[in-house]
Antibody, heavy 122, light 109 residues
Framework: QITLKESGPTLVKPTQTLTLTCTCSGFSVSTSGVGVGWIRQPPGKAPEWLAIVHWDDDKRYSPSLKSRLTITKDTSKNQVVLTVSRVDPADTATYYC??????????????WGQGVLVTVSS | QSVLTQPPSVSAAPGQKVTISCSGSSSNVGDFSISWYQQLPGTAPRLLIYENSKRPSGIPDRFSGSKSGASATLGITGLQTGDEADYYCGTWDSSLSWVFGGGTRLTVL
């Protein structure tokens, strides 16, 4: 079965770079049609999409955060990594990675990781 | 402020029916299929409806979805206390980004 698991620091200082890893199993991040996305959710707020990387290494970013985000995939480890630079307390959130199904007009996240709560504080 | 608009809250009694709306524009809901997510307290969102009206395996048929133009609706019949959760709609946008609704909290009275 498909599972995803996020890992990374739970506490980061302002201005530092946050690096999160999504370890995927049950599918290959390099299989045609596969995408893996990152979504975050500040406490008590709605989810916010951050980025997605597709099987062919096509990458898309949230327009409002694009300058601070980098998403990459490691095919050998079947992992997807997200970095967020110059973090601020407003980046405090639970970060999720999710498997994306995508066709021409149909896009959805069908499997989600359990999430990792990241707090930005000095 | 979210790109997709949902009512902040809805409520109904056990056994009753409730609907949750999701309004977007021609660049998102009007052009791409919608998906719905249920988030129980303290858990990750889970896919409830995809491609406007399809249910993943394991989702009871009490949950239904529909779309018309740039608006979509999630319906839940035979409400149970276990349905109390936050519900989010989401879809792709032609600006090449994914968008979520602001979420609707369902209370089963």
């Amino acid at each position: 079965q498909i599972t995803l698991k996020e890992s990374g620091p739970t506490l980061v200082k302002p201005t530092q770079t946050l690096t999160l890893t999504c370890t995927c199993s049950g599918f290959s991040v390099s299989t045609s049609g596969v995408g893996v996305g990152w979504i975050r959710q500040p406490p008590g707020k709605a989810p916010e999409w951050l980025a997605i990387v597709h099987w062919d290494d096509d990458k898309r970013y949230s327009p409002s955060l694009k300058s601070r985000l980098t998403i990459t995939k490691d095919t050998s480890k079947n992992q997807v990594v997200l970095t967020v630079s110059r973090v601020d307390p407003a980046d405090t959130a639970t970060y999720y990675c999710a498997h994306n199904h995508e066709s021409v007009r149909d896009h959805y996240f069908d499997y989600w990781g359990q999430g990792v709560l990241v707090t930005v504080s000095s | 402020q979210s790109v997709l608009t949902q009512p902040p809250s809805v409520s109904a009694a056990p056994g009753q029916k409730v609907t949750i709306s999701c309004s977007g524009s021609s660049s998102n809901v009007g052009d791409f299929s919608i998906s719905w997510y249920q988030q129980l307290p303290g858990t990750a969102p889970r896919l409830l409806i995809y491609e406007n009206s399809k249910r993943p395996s394991g989702i009871p048929d009490r949950f239904s979805g529909s779309k018309s133009g740039a608006s979509a609706t999630l319906g839940i019949t035979g409400l149970q206390t276990g349905d109390e959760a936050d519900y989010y709609c989401g879809t792709w946008d032609s600006s090449l980004s994914w968008v979520f609704g602001g979420g609707t909290r369902l209370t089963v009275l």
